[in-house]
């Protein structure tokens, strides 16, 4: 357990209401923001911490899976996790197959109404070197527009046009690494969004590190900004802050990655690959891709060990993962393998490819 901070921060962040009803939820498990202060409070209770996300009835039995990522209840509940969210940390692997580091990314799932306290803290499994989260000013809303559906977002009217959304981070335990801030937002045309730096008191130390990120597409959007933590030792929080216009926020992201690949430092440590190479194995896959995307291994080019690359394997059709070559895919009585050394079309049967190719598969193969 982390030791209580004295640095104003927490007291400050962390209002008598919300640890009211975060010691009520039983939540000193599962968060770290809240282990920060009362250390030494009574374990937590399962069906307390089962209604703090929300789960009635079945949904919140122990052995129950209500978002079916293969972990229980009972599982996400040791682990510190949401049982609600089949990926708490947003990184795009899921809770049940990240066996070590299902907890590697700060993950502000913006305006959630579980989530979202009235003082405007974001209270919700982070991990260990996060301090909290929260906002300033602004409102939470449920019917955010986003590809056609409604969902949640922190939002900034244009009348009102500041607002600040702020992530603390223990400089003691991430000291001279730099972090990613991923943000998605509605880009208004008015809207004005800058990301800065401030001290554990709240000071700004960088007041607009990379310009305005909004370009008014109306669109959704998303950037990836290296928040460069090493260059300010003093920095303690991350706060994306609303300058002008209208802001719409739906999720922020803050984690470590090192190569800016997309898989975070503690990602590519569970899958093997180098955190330093976007792409490990040199096949024009990108470790992310391997590991999110594909389920490919980023440290093989030939994942599967049947002599075709997983980009060739990918290319024409087959499968990275498994020795495909005895199959037919496209059923045309010329098995995988064959027809790849062929140069004929894998997944077409009678393709253009297949007739040129024709001659030499006639030498080659007379007895099949
Ligand atoms: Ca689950
Ligand atoms: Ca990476
Ligand atoms: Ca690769
Ligand atoms: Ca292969």
Same mark, same amino acid.
């Given at each position: 357990?982390?030791? !209580? ?18 010691a009520l939820a039983g939540l000193l498990l599962a968060l770290g923001v ?9 374990? =937590? ?13 079945? $949904?919140?039995?122990?052995?129950? $899976?209500? *978002? ?20 708490? *940390? ?19 799932? !913006?305006?959630? @109404?579980?989530?979202? +306290?009235? *003082?405007? #803290? ?5 991990? #260990? ?47 001279t690494q730099d972090l990613m801030c991923a943000v998605a937002f509605f880009?208004?045309? =008015? ?17 607009? !590190? ?7 597409? /109306? ?22 802050? +609303? ?39 040199? /096949? ?35 499968? @990275? ?8 895919? /496209? ?26 190719? #024709?001659?030499?598969?006639? !030498? ?5």
């Amino acid at each position: 357990m982390k030791q !209580l901070r004295n640095d104003g921060i927490i007291s400050r962040w962390v209002g008598p209401a919300a640890l009211a009803r975060l010691a009520l939820a039983g939540l000193l498990l599962a968060l770290g923001v809240v282990s920060v202060v009362w250390a030494t409070q009574e374990p =937590s209770q399962f069906d307390q911490w089962a209604a703090y996300f929300g789960l009635s009835g079945n $949904d919140a039995r122990e052995a129950a $899976d209500p *978002d079916a990522d293969g972990r229980s209840n009972a599982a996400e509940y040791s682990a510190g996790l949401d049982p609600t969210s089949w990926d708490t *940390d947003g990184d795009l692997l899921g809770d049940g197959e990240e066996t070590n580091n299902a907890l590697s990314r700060v993950m502000l799932r !913006l305006g959630d @109404p579980l989530f979202s +306290m009235a *003082d405007g #803290q974001f209270v919700y499994p982070f991990p #260990q070197w996060c301090l909290g989260a929260r906002t300033v000013a602004g409102e939470s809303i449920t019917n955010a527009p986003l590809n056609g559906q409604s969902t949640n977002a922190w939002h900034v009217a244009a009348a009102a046009g500041t607002g600040a959304v702020e992530v603390a981070i223990d400089r003691s335990l991430i000291t001279t690494q730099d972090l990613m801030c991923a943000v998605a937002f509605f880009d208004h045309a =008015s809207s004005q969004l800058i990301l800065q730096l401030a001290d554990a008191n709240g000071t700004t130390l960088a007041d607009d !590190l990379f310009g305005n990120f909004a370009g008014g597409s /109306d669109a959704l959007r998303s950037v990836a900004l290296p928040v460069p933590l090493s260059g300010y030792p003093q920095a303690a929080i991350i706060r994306l802050q +609303m300058v002008a216009g209208e802001g719409t926020v739906y999720t922020i992201q803050v984690y470590r990655d090192s190569d800016a690949d997309g898989l975070d430092d503690e990602g590519e440590q569970e899958a093997g690959s180098d955190p330093n190479r976007q792409d490990t194995d040199n /096949d024009t896959i990108s470790d992310f891709e391997e590991v999110v995307r594909y389920k490919t291994n980023p440290a093989a080019a030939d994942s599967d060990g049947d002599g075709i690359s997983d980009a060739a394997e990918l290319r024409v059709g087959m499968d @990275p993962r498994r020795d495909d070559r005895q199959e037919d895919l /496209d059923g045309d009585g010329v098995n995988n393998g064959t027809e790849y050394l062929m140069g004929r079309s894998v997944g077409v049967a009678g393709a253009e490819s297949d007739t040129s190719a #024709q001659v030499r598969l006639t !030498l080659f193969l007379p007895l099949e």
